[in-house]
């Protein structure tokens, strides 16, 4: 910090209130400070600022299951985040239970093991979340809000603790334009878990964005899976036994559409020519499908960022906070290949 001091021409102090974003130095000091620190390479020393600040360094990442390829990439982008920023990462999988979730949380937070926890909550609410609550703990939630309520100061702060999801309404929206562009008006529908927020939300922007383009509500069937691949297989079979048998379907998460696909083709049925099928949370590997699967992308790269750099300003300031709710909410996107195609007759 002495050296990126001295090349700018400024104190130790201003170097320091700079990085961190304290208004205090003008924006033109503070912009010309970090491209210093940019060009020398600096980065802070999580050894000395653990001594300084009595920090771990570390940060806990609780993801929900390791398993699920967008997980898996989200939680590598997340650890050379963080470790861009001198922390290391924690890795823990909950594999979709709540009560082992809760056991991470309380042995992650036991004894200050880490700084704070980033969580892909398994449930809407744990026992574990509001003992976490109770400490005050330094927590991010992650791809799923977890449901408040209460007026005690553990309902308090796990509400004022920042979320980092992705904006799928636009992506869903397009779509329903895709499906009903191509002459559908029986759409199934593979939920994630109804107990989820993630579940509820996503389940009803796509039947709004279905019904505002004409498609009647008797005709979408409503299927609830658990994020599993069988859950997806088992999901299609309730909908092509459903008076409104779907000509196309959204699986609203990557494996439980990989588990329709299964589940289709078992049936004998043919991808687009018989059942049309788009998917969530595209994987890289989602275009060696026959046909290439249409799937909605995360912003895998942007919540990453966003959640390391709400968890290191909880921690220490050292970097500044999100500046508004969209930051912390990056738009998804549809992708669009051969899985999609016009209605049968």
Not at 136 to 155: C, I, N, T, Y
Not at 224 to 243: K, W
Not at 261 to 288: E, M, N, T, Y
């Amino acid at each position: 910090m002495r050296d990126v001091a001295a090349a700018a021409g400024v104190s130790v102090a201003a170097v320091s209130l700079a990085l961190s974003g304290n208004p205090r130095i003008p924006t033109e000091t503070r912009d010309r400070i970090a491209a210093v620190a940019r060009e020398m390479g600096y980065r802070p020393h999580a050894g000395a600022r653990a001594l300084r600040t009595e920090l771990t360094g570390s940060l806990g990442l609780v993801i929900s299951d390791v398993a699920n390829p967008f997980f898996a990439e989200l939680a590598g982008e997340i650890q050379r985040a963080a470790a861009a920023e001198g922390f290391s990462t924690v890795l823990c999988n909950s594999d979709e239970d709540a009560r082992v979730q809760d056991e991470y949380l309380q042995t992650l937070l036991a004894g200050s093991r880490v700084d704070g926890v980033i969580l892909v909550p398994a449930a809407a609410m744990t026992a574990g979340l509001e003992a976490a609550g109770k400490s005050k703990a330094r927590l991010v939630f992650l791809d799923r809000p977890v449901e408040v309520s209460g007026r005690g100061a553990a309902a308090r702060h796990l509400a004022g603790c920042p979320v980092v999801r992705s904006a799928a309404a636009d992506a869903l929206a397009q779509v329903a334009d895709l499906l009903t562009g191509l002459g559908h008006r029986r759409i199934g529908i593979i939920a994630p878990p109804m107990a989820t927020a993630v579940g509820v939300e996503r389940t009803e922007l796509m039947i709004t964005s279905l019904t505002a383009r004409g498609v009647a509500a008797t005709d979408i069937t409503v299927a609830e899976g658990d994020f599993r691949q069988d859950s997806g297989e088992r999901a299609v079979s309730q909908l092509l036994g459903a008076a409104a048998r779907p000509t196309a379907i959204f699986g609203a998460d990557g494996l439980m559409t990989i588990g329709a696909i299964k589940g289709l083709r078992a049936a004998g049925l043919r991808i687009p020519a018989d059942v049309s099928v788009v998917g969530f949370d595209d994987a890289p590997w989602f275009d060696l499908f026959d046909p290439p699967l249409t799937a909605v992308a995360q912003p895998i790269a942007g919540l990453a960022t966003a959640a390391v750099r709400a968890m290191i300003h909880l921690v220490d300031g050292s970097l500044p906070a999100l500046p508004d709710a969209a930051a912390a909410t990056p738009p998804c996107a549809l992708v669009r290949r051969a899985s999609c195609g016009p209605a049968p007759a």
